[in-house]
Structure formats: C-alpha cells, structure tokens
C-alpha cells in the first residue's frame, strides 16, 4: 500500500469534489427548466407541466431524451466552425466559473486568490458564444440579437466588476473564501446594499434572462441568436443560461449573504436554502415584470447603475479610511 | 509551470500566424481572442494570475468585443483574392527588416546573461500589484487616468447628440432663412 500517499487521496478527493459540483451544477440547471415551468404556472394561475411522473417530475426526463434525439440540423449557409463553437462557449465558461465557489468550509474546487477576478473573466468570455452564434447562423434575426447582446453585455459589465469592488475593498481580497469568512459578524448586504443591488441587475442581464432579454426577444427578433440552432447545441445554450442564474445566485449568496454561515443548521443546508431562494427570485422577476425597451436599458445601464456603483465605491472607500484611520 | 508555459507559448504564436494567414475577418479575430487567452496563460505561468486575470477581463472580454462587434457589422466575407495581394512579399519587406533588428537586440540580450534565472512559481498577488503601483509607480497612474479621463471628454463630446431645437434652428439658416 505504499501508493496510497496523503498527496493521492487529497488529489482523489479534490477530484471527487470538483466532479460533485460539475454535476451538481449541470442537473440543478436542467432541474430548474422543469421548476420554472412549473412555477409560472402556479403563479399564473394555471397547472404547467404535470403529465409524467408524480406532479410532472417526469418531465425533465422526458425534455432531456427529446432533445437528445431531436435532428442536429446545421444549415448550409452557416459559418460551420463557428456555429459548433458558439454553444460550448456558452455552457463552458459559466460552468468553469463554479470552481470559484467555496460551498461549505470544507468544500469547493479551486482556492485561487484571484477568485472574483476568474468570474469576471470568464464572464467576460461568455459573450462570444452570443456574438459568434448569432453571426455565424447566417441569419439577419440572429445577427441583430447578437449584436444587441454584445451592446448590452459590453455596457453592464462595466458596472458588474465595479459593483463587486465594494466587497473585495471590505474583505481586503478577490479570493472568495476570504471574503465568505469577513462576512461571520455582518453580511456584506447592509454596508454593500447598493453593490448587491447594481450587482443583481448586472447578473440578471448577463444570464440574458428577463427583464433583459432583449438578444432573444421573440415578438422582434424571433428568438434572437440561437434561431438555427436545434437539437443539442440548442440544448446547450438552454442550459447553459440555467447555469447561468445557478451561478449568479450562488455568487450573490457568497458574496452578499455571508455564504454558508447561518444558525443552527448546516453550512450546506444554509448554502443551498439561500440560493434558492435567488433562483426563485430570478423565475419569479421572469413571471412579474415586463420586458423594456432596449434603448431604456441601455441608458439605464450607463446613467443610473454606473454612477451608482462609482459613487458605492467612493463612499465605501471614504468610510474605510475615516474607521480605520 | 514550464512546460505550460512553452504550451501556452506555443498557442500564442501558432494562434497569431493563424490571424495573419486566416482570409475570414471574423476568423482572425478568433484566433486574435485565442491568443489573447494564451498570453494570459502565459501570465498565469510566471506566477502573475492577477496581470493574466486582467488580460482576459480588459483584451479579450471588453476590446476584443468590440473588434468582433465592428467585423460583424461590416460583415466582410472572406476574399482570399485581396488577401493574397495585401501578404505579396513586398509588403512583408519593411517590417520583416525591423522585427529582424529587434531579433538582434534581443538575441544580444540573451548572449550578455541573466537568463539563468528559471520559472520558480512565486506567486505575484493583487496586493503587491497594488502597492507598487500606488506606491513607487503613483505619478504613472495619475497620467494615465488624467489620459484616459481627456479620451472619456472627448468621447462623448464627439459623440453627443445635438439638442433637435438647435438642430432645427440651424438647418433653417443654411436653407438662407426661409419662412
């Protein structure tokens, strides 16, 4: 038994963790199509999905083999390289950004100390998938939803890394574990309010999910940049916006609502009731509110969010020196 | 860390022949976004993750957008023709000539020494960035935000819209005052 080394199993079960959250990530994603589906209804006054299985639980199943079976179609007029690329990027880089995550003291994939920085990045990298796809399908609708989504994206991620400075200046650090751990006496929410509230916003439009869902508004744009796609590659875009507000909800939670500490209960209990509680948020601001203009947005990304987290972060900074100095 | 850093190395250039080379726009600046993620990697390999952070962040997640942004819109379709005129040798005389000088001062460079020193993985964190570039570097910082805050006025001063009531006003005195 002498290759069994301390250095092996911390490596196996570094390993047995990282594989835990991947797929935790993807099913909680796939699960959740099934969930909205069936909240809206509720909301909505009407049944939703409740078929197959016990009150339509089934139904993810039943979703997952048809679009497993459905034709792949690429259309001849497509940039094929591209058009393959697109939906990776776009189920990859949101789901890399969950090694960041610590979920309980003892759990979560990566410590780096540049933790927030590697969200922000592959964030960043996120809105390729939406611009090559929707360049590369060929299509008038897809270009214009692709190049609404650039605009959009490109203007509320200014704000989005802005929003989180707060945090890391009152954490003292990027590394999430860091930041989890200063928040034991008072969640980041109360001094960071207006940092939690540009930086929900920010997530929402980067996830592409109502209210800022304009690159796929169907009345306009027909669904926007994913169009041509079917099948998997469909799929995975589908997916991957779930992954998406899984993501966000679960920074928000690490980063404004003191991650996993709570009372009485367990830190994973406490981690997973808080996010979803934000995932609820997400299906329930889909199911209330109305989509705006894309003008509007546009302007109140740059108008109202960004000088608000401009002025957060000089008043943060202003505070920190006076109580510390 | 070395043998990610000659891969990642590795990448860069071959991404970076492949943007010169490719004949599609939007090709070639995918492959100009691959080799921006490579050079990150290649921060990442030094021991500099916050630099290679910011790399991806500010080249390939915000100005590269914008490159991607402006290709589509053009919507330039691939003219292998044009492109084989614009890469005839004669055009590649005048910078192949001075990246050869720079291949000399490089390699003089490395011939005087200091190259013994090898990739030891000491990690360069946010904090140290910061403090040396608001401690000894503070004056450069200062510039370069005076710089950028004069490209922000101008910007939006190139690019403002024109009050419609003045608009109207002056478009009836270039039509020589009419009623």
Not at chain 1, 66 to 79: G, M, Q, S
Not at chain 1, 308 to 323: D, E, H, Q
Not at chain 2, 80 to 92: M, N, S, Y
Request: hydrophobic share 55%; charged share 10%.
């Amino acid at each position: 038994m002498n290759w069994w080394t301390p250095e092996l199993a911390a490596i196996l079960w570094g390993m047995f963790q990282a594989l835990v959250v991947l797929l935790g990530a993807v099913l909680l994603g796939a699960a959740l199509t099934v969930v909205e589906r069936r909240l809206l209804g509720l909301w909505q006054d009407r049944y939703g999905p409740n078929r197959v299985g016990p009150f339509g639980t089934g139904q993810l199943i039943a979703d997952m083999l048809k679009i497993f079976f459905k034709e792949d179609w690429i259309p001849p007029f497509a940039d094929r390289p591209l058009f393959v690329l697109a939906p990776i990027i776009a189920f990859a880089s949101l789901l890399l950004s969950f090694v960041i995550i610590p979920i309980t003291p003892g759990w979560g994939v990566a410590d780096m100390h540049i933790g927030l920085l590697f969200f922000l990045a592959m964030a960043g990298i996120n809105v390729y998938a939406v611009l090559l796809g929707g360049w590369a399908s060929g299509n008038k609708y897809a270009l214009l939803g692709a190049l609404r989504a650039s605009a959009q994206t490109l203007s509320y991620e200014v704000f989005m890394g802005l929003s989180l400075m707060g945090v890391v200046a009152l954490a003292g650090s990027f590394n999430m574990r860091d930041i989890v751990n200063a928040q034991e006496g008072l969640w980041f929410i109360i001094p960071q309010f207006f940092g939690f509230a540009t930086f929900f916003i920010a997530g929402v439009a980067v996830t592409h999910r109502h209210p800022f869902d304009q690159p796929e508004a169907e009345q306009e744009l027909a669904d926007g940049y994913h169009i041509e796609y079917s099948g998997m590659k469909f799929g995975m875009f589908f997916i991957g916006e779930y992954v998406g507000m899984v993501l966000v909800s679960a920074l928000i939670v690490t980063l404004f609502f003191g991650g996993w500490h709570g009372p009485w209960l367990p830190p994973i209990l406490w981690f997973a009731i808080k996010t979803g509680f934000f995932l609820m948020l997400f299906i329930l601001l889909r199911a209330s509110l109305p989509r705006p203009r894309y003008d509007r947005v546009m302007s109140f990304g740059w108008k109202v969010c960004l000088p608000l987290t401009l002025i957060n972060l000089l008043a943060t900074g202003a505070v920190m020196l006076l109580v510390g100095g | 860390m070395e043998i990610a850093f000659y891969l990642s190395g590795l990448v860069a250039v071959l991404a970076t022949v492949g943007v010169i080379t490719g004949t599609s726009p939007v090709h070639a600046v995918v492959y100009l976004i691959v080799s921006l993620i490579a050079v990150a990697m290649v921060f990442f390999a030094l021991g500099a993750p916050f630099a290679g952070a910011l790399e991806i962040i500010v080249y390939a997640g915000a100005i590269m957008v914008l490159f991607v942004f402006v290709v589509m819109m053009l919507n330039l379709r691939p003219d292998a023709e044009r492109e084989l005129t614009w890469t005839h040798p004669r055009h590649w005389l005048g910078p192949s000539l001075l990246a050869l000088v720079l291949l000399g001062a490089l390699l003089a460079l490395l011939r005087q020494g200091g190259v013994s020193e090898v990739i030891d993985g000491e990690l360069l964190t946010a904090r140290a960035v910061g403090l040396t570039l608001f401690g000894p570097w503070l004056m450069v910082v200062e510039l370069a935000a005076i710089l950028l805050l004069a490209a922000l006025v101008t910007a939006s001063h190139v690019g403002r819209r024109s009050n419609p009531l003045n608009r109207k006003m002056t478009g009836n005195r270039k039509r020589g005052g009419t009623p």
